[in-house]
């Protein structure tokens, strides 16, 4: 029973993700890719006229599935089966969280800093808000995310998906050393 | 029927990024910090297993379940794609979420993330609607 609330070592966790890939294609010439189902929710609530959102959502609907497989997959393996354990980071980056304040690490968020609470400071509204915003302009910019560009483009040898994810990388490198312990700080 | 599939794929997926913890904040922060090798250890291991998965798809030219031809996968460059990577990269730090995990980590019991999520729908048709003034789109 341990098993089912343990968390998974990255070499169990990244072939399934992998695996994912080939299936969509199998099942039917579906490529992975997350950031496009904001489209689809943008196409289907507030097309408003917009170009980019004037197209049939709804023969796209096999990736709210899987977003809604997604929102599942979340609810059993992080809230059902969830860890009781705090997460097995390393030591190094316990000791910077705790120099911001942040001792918990007790589930996959921290709830010191993001709840509703602080969703209404500053510091809240930069890291949901901003940081939110950030990712949904970002992804359709940049046509695609983690999974769209990450592992299938990269899965598919598409050099402009390399850049992609250099880019997330180095956007994200920038931002955690120079932009996130101004904000904690707040 | 079928979308029943994908919903039961995303499950799988869903787990995989929960289960390794890939839709952590703490683990991306680690990840960025280079102060572990998890992160990178599950980009490493997914990657070559979806290169090598294409490679025998297209080698013994497997149909998809309805007889179909497995279309190509081909991503075209555009400047965009540069200037949107790093604007996502820098809501990543932030976050520790990319479209996928957003969903998951609500999941997961997160419920303030749904703020994080509408969030990001408007930053999307926010791009949607200024496209045409943006360089590089397409």
């Known amino acids: 029973m341990d098993l089912l609330y343990k968390p998974w070592p990255w070499y169990v966790a990244g072939p399934i993700i992998g695996l994912t890939v080939p299936l969509l294609l199998w099942m039917g010439n579906k490529r992975l890719g997350i950031s496009s189902t904001l489209r689809h929710i943008c196409a289907a609530c507030a097309a408003a006229k917009i170009p980019l959102f004037s197209y049939d959502w709804k023969k796209e609907i096999w990736s709210l599935f899987f977003a809604g497989g997604l929102l599942l997959g979340g609810i059993i393996g992080g809230w059902i089966f969830s860890n009781p354990n705090p997460v097995a980071i390393s030591s190094k980056t316990v000791e910077y969280f705790s120099s911001f304040g942040i001792t918990q690490q007790n589930g996959l968020m921290p709830e010191e800093i993001f709840n509703w609470q602080t969703l209404l400071s500053l510091k809240g509204f930069l890291l949901m808000i901003v940081g939110g915003f950030f990712v949904g302009f970002g992804t359709r910019y940049a046509q695609g995310c983690t999974s769209g560009h990450g592992i299938l483009g990269l899965s598919a040898l598409q050099w402009p998906s390399l850049v992609a994810t250099a880019s997330f990388f180095i956007g994200g490198i920038l931002f955690a050393h120079f932009v996130l312990p101004l904000i904690l700080s707040l | ?138």
């Open chain 2, 1 to 138: 029927m079928k979308n029943l599939g994908y919903l039961f794929v995303g499950i799988v997926f869903g787990l995989a990024l929960t289960k390794g913890e890939a839709i952590s904040w703490y683990r991306i922060q680690e990840m960025f910090r280079f102060e572990s090798f998890h992160m990178f250890g599950i980009f490493m291991t997914a990657v070559p297993v979806g290169a090598i998965s294409i490679y025998l798809l297209k080698k013994f030219n497997i149909k998809t379940l309805e007889g179909e031809k497995i279309e190509k996968t081909k991503k075209d460059f555009h400047p965009g794609i540069i200037i949107g990577s790093l604007i996502f990269g820098f809501g990543w730090a932030l976050t520790g979420a990319c479209p996928g995990p957003l969903y998951a980590q609500i999941g997961s019991g997160s419920v303030v993330t749904i703020a994080t999520l509408l969030a990001a729908i408007l930053g999307t048709w926010t791009f949607g609607r200024i496209q045409h003034l943006l360089p590089g789109h397409r």
